[in-house]
Nanobody
Framework: QVQLVESGGGLVQAGGSLRLSCAASGSIFSFDSMGWYRQAPGMQRELVAAITSGGSTNYADSVKGRFTITRGNAKNTVYLQMNSLKPEDTAVYYC????????WGQGTQVTVSS
């Protein structure tokens, strides 16, 4: 049984910063990759950033240079530092972890006001 717990969402003004955290617990020793997706109302869920167990990262073009994904010292934790936030970053952000299949957190709301 795998559980992903996210935290760190909230309301911020445009230009501000937030840091999302995700901690995974359960039977998997180390995930192949962990990442963040987001879904805005009426939109499809999209990849924001991902990081492999080897440290390789991948970002959506829309967040490059503003967001940074890192893995924590504690095993199976991942963070998303979001700077220079824009109103279009408003969405529910979901943590994702992959090992044979994908696992999802419950989501955390990020709202950026203009």
């Amino acid at each position: 049984q795998v559980q992903l717990v996210e935290s760190g969402g909230g309301l911020v003004q445009a230009g501000g910063s937030l840091r999302l955290s995700c901690a995974a617990s359960g039977s998997i020793f180390s995930f192949d990759s962990m990442g963040w997706y987001r879904q805005a109302p009426g939109m499809q869920r999209e990849l924001v950033a991902a990081i492999t167990s080897g440290g390789s990262t991948n970002y959506a073009d829309s967040v490059k240079g503003r967001f940074t994904i890192t893995r924590g010292n504690a095993k199976n934790t991942v963070y998303l530092q979001m700077n220079s936030l824009k109103p279009e970053d408003t969405a529910v952000y979901y943590c994702n972890a992959k090992y044979s299949r994908g696992y999802w957190g419950q989501g955390t709301q990020v709202t950026v006001s203009s």
